[in-house]
């Protein structure tokens, strides 16, 4: 029996957590999801390839950025509704030791988004901010099991078919999720 697309790209996010988590013992996640504004007839005019140029330009970006410092790992789903357009739900992931004030680094990368990426078009939520059930934000200790759970379970969101951007690809190298390479072990931190 074949394994599901969907399943393979979950048990993919796990082991690339898996990984994050072998040479980090603790990580800060921090989950944005990035969209764009409105305009005047209720309607978010941008389209999949300049949305895949702003997560490129953030993704370059990052390099060079005191925001993105000490960020170690991320996962990108790229997705399209017709109240949104098209968006970007974001996982990030830090260096605990660096970064521990998740909501404050969560608005930081939004306003990032909104001013110097999109120049004003974009918008944001900071997950962060929610006060979640299952919360698969903040801090990830290697020994906090359940929210590891939690935030597999909150990744496996990003996997899913619904909402594709099938209908818009434009381009056949288009990929709607993305992820950071995974880390070496050399010289893990905290474990």
């Not at 969560?106 to 299952?134: A, F, L, P």
């Not at 990744?155 to 995974?182: H, N, P, W």
């Amino acid at each position: 029996m074949a394994i599901s697309k969907n399943k393979r790209r979950q048990t993919s996010n796990e082991k690339y957590v898996d990984a994050l988590q072998d040479k980090y013992s603790k990580l800060c996640v921090v989950r944005v999801d990035f969209g764009y504004k409105k305009d005047e007839n209720n309607e978010v005019n941008v389209t999949l390839e300049e949305a895949n140029k702003h997560i490129d330009k953030l993704l370059n970006n990052r390099r060079n950025n005191l925001i993105f410092k000490d960020n170690v790992g991320y996962v990108i789903k790229t997705e399209y509704t017709e109240d949104k357009g098209v968006h970007n739900h974001v996982v990030l992931f830090f260096f605990f030791y660096k970064v521990q004030n998740d909501k404050y680094k969560g608005n930081q990368i939004g306003e990032y988004w909104v001013d110097n990426i999109t120049n004003g078009n974009g918008s944001y939520h900071n997950c962060n901010r929610n006060n979640y059930k299952d919360n698969a934000t903040g801090i990830l200790d290697y020994k906090n099991v359940e929210m590891r759970k939690n935030l597999d379970n909150a990744m496996s969101y990003l996997v899913k078919e619904e909402q594709s951007v099938g209908l818009l690809k434009e381009d056949e190298k288009f990929r709607a999720i993305r992820r950071g390479t995974v880390p070496n072990n050399k010289g893990n931190k905290g474990r």
